[in-house]
């Protein structure tokens, strides 16, 4: 039986607490004594790093060592007070971790004054509260930092620069048109498209240079060659000078780089998208799916939130109007943008828009929590998805008739309008005696006139 107990004894597992402080990462026994330690740099900023990367579940080589300096001291069981911290040192070192119950690591803290005096660190606790305050406002940085560098908010100041060069394009092309319009106003309804506009007023200027042959130059189609062509030699637009339109000619070739710029940003967006978020492009495209990452402030933002509010994202103030006033909600926001959606029926729309919303809201999940990629196949099954929907509801319902009012008998609406309300007397009833009494006190009233009428007058005699 001696024997037996020995020899349990010697088996017994040995367990190290790693616990992490402000000042370094500690080790302690089962009786709570330090065993091993590492402690951070003496500089705020230097520390502030360290423990961001230990918060971010990344293993140091320093802890590496420290975990080897335990293994050589005969520890085989590791409970740290992190789950990321111990996941990654098990995935790393494939050892033996668990997470430290709550008793012991309360325990150990309490102490954290006396444990950094004990390791040398700091003098007292006053050096440890001015330490701990210096580390925590580097730490703030440093996550701030981390915050603003991921690359969906990179994706949502390009969108939003985008927009505001589609904003910016329209309104100078509406000012070149007028203004290239006092010279040849014709132009204005024979081209459509903004930059063919700005090209053929930088390249061709004068009225009289829009030749067939000119236009052909610049790639238009022979039937608008030769509509354009004739329509300017018998223009009423007025005749304009060189320096007027040197001046018109410089702004079409301002509008025209800003085209280039706006191409590239969109080649550039469609890269981004592939490294951020690569399932969402599939489903909504880039540009879309950046809009909904820029609207809902980050790609973890957008990931949170349930299919539903991704499907009215961008409609907020319809949907609090029908909240308020109890209108319709609205059956789609943003998403309405998709080729999908925005070719459908009116009356399949709201469908296509759910099923849309759905495959989104796990790509993006996908997106944001490091999944693997799927959107081939999110959006295979959204497309067989949407021509179900079209074969099931290929006509609009029929119209629902509003239910009539029910009209109240003739001689029930008479009483109504002669009764002058029913009141408190809960009736036609009440209405009819008071209307009675009313008209009683104007016959008194009336009387009263009269007789002191007659009185006067025979006073007065």
Known sequence: MRGIIRLIS????????????????????????????????????????????????KLSDQITNLITQLQSAGYDTY???????????????????????PQETEQIHSRREQIAVETGFVKDAAELNLWTRNVSMELAKVQVKGATEKRDLIV???????????????????????WYGVHFPELDRLVEKHETYARLVMNLGQKENF?????????????KTEQIGNIAQSSMGADIMEVDLLQIQALSKYILDMYKLRESMESYMEKTM?????????????????????????????????????????????????????ARPPKHGLI????????????????????????????????????????DKLKAALDKRIEEIRQKYPEPPPIKEQPQREQ??????????????????????????????????WRDNRRGDQKWGQNRRAGTS
């Open 408 to 441: 109240r008998p003739r001689e029930f609406r008479e009483r109504r309008d002669f009764s002058g309300g029913g009141g408190s007397g809960g009736g036609f009833r009440g209405g009819d005696r008071r209307r009675e009494g009313g008209d009683r006190r």
């Open 79 to 101: 409970a740290f007070d992190s789950q990321a911290f111990a996941d990654e040192t098990k995935r790393t070192l494939n050892i033996a971790v668990e997470v430290a119950r």
């Open 156 to 178: 949502g100041q390009a969108i939003q620069t985008l927009d505001d060069l589609d904003r910016t394009l329209n309104l100078f092309m509406g000012r070149l048109r007028e």
């Open 274 to 326: 592939d490294e951020v978020a690569p399932n969402t492009k599939t489903i909504v495209g880039s540009l879309l799916g950046a809009r909904l990452i820029s609207i809902a402030g980050g790609l973890r933002n957008l990931a949170m939130r349930p299919a539903s509010t991704m499907q009215v994202l961008g409609a907020e103030k319809a949907l609090f109007r029908s909240i308020k006033t109890g």
């Open 211 to 223: 030749t067939v042959g000119a236009l052909e130059e610049e790639d238009l189609p022979k039937n």
């Open 10 to 57: 010697v088996t017994k597992a040995m367990k190290a607490i790693i616990i992490q402080f402000p000042f370094g990462v500690v080790a302690f026994d089962e009786k709570n004594n330090i065993v091993a330690r590492y402690m951070f740099p003496k500089k705020p900023q230097a520390a502030a790093q360290a423990i961001a990367k230990l918060e971010s579940g």
């Open 336 to 375: 309405f943008q998709h080729t999908l959606l925005h070719d459908a029926k009116r009356w399949q729309r709201g469908k296509i828009a759910r099923a849309i919303a759905g495959k989104l809201a796990i790509a993006v999940r996908a997106d944001a929590f490091g999944g693997k990629y799927c959107g």
